[in-house]
């Protein structure tokens, strides 16, 4: 979503944008269900939605960052609207809002349900294709940075397809990444199956300084019915008063938290582990609250469950905590700018502060809306008049690249899973850099996945470093936060891997 909003508020500048799929398709953003969170009610204001993005980020979100992200979220929703979106409206013409955990009231826009992330995605790409200075290359994936003195200077491209080609140098005059997060790291996971931390991963392999890598957001319900990835059942489902039950029928949440269903997300995901993990089978239980209405209100949801063979109006739905929104990224300051020159980050690739430890619901599509628009206006700022005529990018690929091998993938997804997941403790987390590092070396040589195992390792390493629990980063050997640590973490590559190589030499 960030790449193509960018590209339109650059426009007439001209923007190349590179696409591993046909353009929109395998993008976190158009897998959300949620929505958008945003001060629309008269009721509400964009202070008390920067005060519940600062209480749910459990003491390490950045306020600054929240007021810039909360302040305007209005206008971003009317933009929307303008380009198309078809946001759920009532008879007077007032956005429908939904309530999600943590929020302290109803605020997020969505549509027809829990269609939102597909059809904003249909807006922005319809407009892009309007858009003639925007020149659209589809198949094609970022694999490395060039970077001189510091600055970005090129990035390498390959063709994304099974048969991978050479990386070959494409040279802009500003660089933006906005190419999603890391859940796919994970062998249980919401995210799209392209979504594998390459992005970050890259950027740290050029030396971009990476932020808060530890904290991962795991989802409390994710469809638990043995697809990969898991599909979700939005939040906005307990927002409606869907609850959370156990093979026994208990309603376990109400003895953890006073808002039980709907209280942060980590909490929830904490509790339905525990439940998994004592074999108590977890599930959502929406019949009282959305009956048959369930399977018209939330489309997305219903056709996950009919593929499983599951009857939401009648039985309750299997769920699991799954990775689903990495908080840490590339460090990104309020200007949108990387640690690295010429190069500016949006979206989930980028750690800008706003969610800390624990992202609020559907603040995540707000946050990559704003940045864009922050990046695009810095960008052009900084490059000035726009130039005239620029002919289109052509691209000679030549054969003989290497793709990520599929059993290396799935036993570095299945170690983050075990060891690096909703509950951590050192020997987990020093045996899962030294599992990184062996898979690492087998397949050294292909740019892909040494960028998944580069972004595996900071996540390892950072949450090996973080001897406390917050929010989404729960350590059993730490189990209670220390108010010495409500700060957020920063790391080079180079600092992970000497954490690594420690971990590999206490065995060796
Ligand atoms: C959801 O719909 O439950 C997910 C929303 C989000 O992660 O922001």
Same mark, same amino acid.
């Given at each position: 979503?960030?790449?193509?909003?960018?590209?339109?508020?650059?426009?007439?500048?001209?923007?190349?944008?590179?696409?591993?799929?046909?353009?929109?398709?395998?993008?976190? /953003?158009?897998?959300?269900?949620?929505?958008?969170?945003?001060?629309?009610?008269?009721?509400?204001?964009?202070?008390?939605?920067? $005060? !519940?993005?600062?209480?749910? #980020?459990?003491?390490?979100?950045?306020?600054?960052?929240?007021?810039?992200?909360?302040?305007?979220?209005?206008?971003?929703? +009317? &933009?929307?609207?303008?380009?198309?979106?078809?946001?759920?409206?009532?008879?007077?013409?007032?956005?429908?809002?939904?309530?999600?955990?943590?929020?302290?009231?109803?605020?997020?826009?969505?549509?027809?349900?829990?269609?939102?992330?597909?059809?904003?995605?249909?807006?922005?790409?319809?407009?892009?294709?309007?858009?003639?200075?925007?020149?659209?290359?589809?198949?094609?994936?970022?694999?490395?940075?060039?970077?001189?003195?510091?600055?970005?200077?090129?990035?390498?491209?390959?063709? /994304?397809? +099974?048969?991978?080609?050479?990386?070959?140098?494409?040279?802009?005059?500003?660089?933006?990444?906005?190419? =999603?997060? /890391? #859940?796919?790291?994970?062998?249980?996971?919401?995210?799209?199956?392209?979504?594998?931390?390459?992005?970050?991963?890259?950027?740290?392999?050029?030396?971009?300084?990476?932020?808060? @890598?530890?904290?991962?957001?795991?989802?409390?319900?994710?469809? &638990?019915?043995?697809? !990969?990835?898991?599909? +979700?059942?939005?939040?906005?489902?307990?927002?409606?008063? %869907?609850?959370?039950?156990?093979?026994?029928?208990?309603?376990?949440?109400?003895?953890?938290?006073?808002?039980?269903?709907?209280?942060?997300?980590?909490?929830?995901?904490?509790?339905?582990?525990?439940?998994?993990? @004592?074999?108590?089978?977890?599930?959502?239980?929406?019949?009282?609250?959305?009956?048959?209405?369930?399977?018209?209100?939330?489309?997305?949801?219903?056709?996950?469950?009919?593929? %499983?063979?599951?009857?939401? $109006?009648?039985?309750?739905?299997?769920? $699991?905590? %799954?990775?689903?929104?990495?908080?840490? =990224?590339?460090?990104?300051?309020?200007?949108?700018? %990387?640690?690295?020159?010429?190069?500016?980050?949006?979206?989930?690739?980028?750690?800008?502060?706003?969610?800390?430890?624990?992202?609020?619901?559907?603040?995540?599509?707000?946050?990559? +809306?704003?940045?864009?628009?922050?990046?695009?206006?810095?960008?052009?700022?900084?490059?000035?008049?726009?130039?005239?005529?620029?002919?289109?990018?052509?691209?000679?690929?030549?054969?003989?690249?290497?793709?990520?091998?599929?059993?290396?993938?799935?036993?570095?997804?299945?170690?983050?899973?075990?060891?690096?997941?909703?509950?951590? !403790?050192?020997?987990?987390?020093?045996?899962?850099?030294?599992?990184?590092?062996?898979?690492?070396?087998?397949?050294? &040589?292909?740019?892909?996945?040494?960028?998944?195992?580069?972004? *595996?390792?900071?996540?390892?390493?950072?949450?090996?470093?973080?001897?406390?629990?917050?929010?989404?980063?729960?350590?059993?050997?730490?189990?209670?936060?220390?108010?010495?640590?409500?700060?957020? /973490?920063?790391?080079?590559?180079?600092?992970?891997?000497?954490?690594?190589?420690? *971990?590999?030499?206490?065995?060796?």
């Amino acid at each position: 979503m960030g790449a193509l909003y960018a590209a339109l508020k650059l426009a007439p500048r001209p923007v190349l944008v590179i696409s591993p799929e046909r353009v929109g398709e395998g993008a976190s /953003s158009a897998w959300a269900q949620g929505g958008v969170a945003a001060a629309m009610d008269v009721a509400d204001s964009p202070d008390q939605h920067a $005060a !519940d993005t600062v209480r749910a #980020g459990a003491g390490t979100v950045d306020a600054t960052i929240a007021d810039k992200v909360t302040r305007d979220a209005k206008d971003y929703i +009317l &933009d929307l609207t303008e380009m198309g979106t078809p946001f759920d409206r009532d008879a007077d013409g007032n956005y429908v809002l939904s309530r999600e955990a943590a929020h302290s009231l109803a605020r997020v826009v969505r549509v027809q349900g829990d269609q939102a992330g597909r059809q904003i995605m249909e807006a922005l790409i319809t407009a892009v294709r309007q858009t003639p200075s925007v020149q659209v290359l589809e198949g094609v994936m970022a694999a490395g940075l060039e970077v001189d003195n510091g600055a970005v200077t090129g990035v390498w491209v390959e063709t /994304s397809a +099974l048969n991978r080609s050479k990386p070959s140098l494409v040279r802009g005059a500003a660089y933006l990444l906005a190419g =999603g997060g /890391s #859940g796919g790291l994970y062998a249980l996971t919401t995210n799209p199956p392209r979504i594998r931390g390459q992005v970050i991963g890259m950027a740290a392999r050029a030396g971009a300084v990476i932020a808060d @890598a530890e904290f991962v957001q795991f989802h409390p319900t994710a469809i &638990d019915a043995g697809e !990969d990835p898991a599909p +979700l059942a939005t939040e906005a489902l307990r927002g409606e008063g %869907a609850t959370l039950i156990n093979r026994q029928g208990e309603r376990f949440m109400l003895a953890i938290h006073p808002d039980a269903e709907l209280a942060p997300r980590d909490i929830v995901a904490r509790a339905i582990f525990a439940q998994t993990q @004592a074999g108590n089978r977890p599930m959502l239980d929406t019949r009282a609250a959305l009956g048959a209405k369930v399977l018209t209100q939330f489309p997305a949801v219903a056709e996950a469950c009919a593929r %499983a063979g599951i009857n939401p $109006a009648v039985d309750p739905i299997p769920v $699991a905590a %799954a990775a689903h929104y990495h908080m840490g =990224g590339i460090d990104t300051a309020e200007d949108g700018r %990387a640690s690295l020159g010429n190069l500016w980050v949006c979206g989930e690739a980028s750690s800008t502060g706003l969610h800390g430890a624990n992202r609020l619901a559907s603040n995540g599509l707000l946050e990559a +809306l704003v940045f864009a628009r922050t990046c695009a206006e810095g960008i052009a700022a900084t490059l000035g008049a726009a130039p005239a005529d620029v002919p289109e990018v052509a691209i000679d690929f030549a054969p003989g690249g290497s793709s990520p091998d599929f059993d290396l993938v799935q036993q570095l997804r299945q170690t983050m899973t075990n060891m690096v997941g909703v509950v951590r !403790d050192a020997a987990g987390l020093k045996s899962a850099l030294r599992t990184i590092a062996t898979l690492e070396a087998r397949q050294a &040589d292909c740019p892909d996945f040494v960028n998944m195992t580069a972004t *595996a390792t900071l996540i390892a390493a950072s949450a090996l470093m973080r001897e406390e629990s917050r929010g989404g980063h729960y350590r059993s050997d730490y189990p209670e936060a220390d108010p010495a640590m409500a700060s957020r /973490s920063r790391i080079t590559l180079a600092e992970a891997l000497a954490i690594r190589a420690a *971990a590999v030499k206490e065995t060796s």
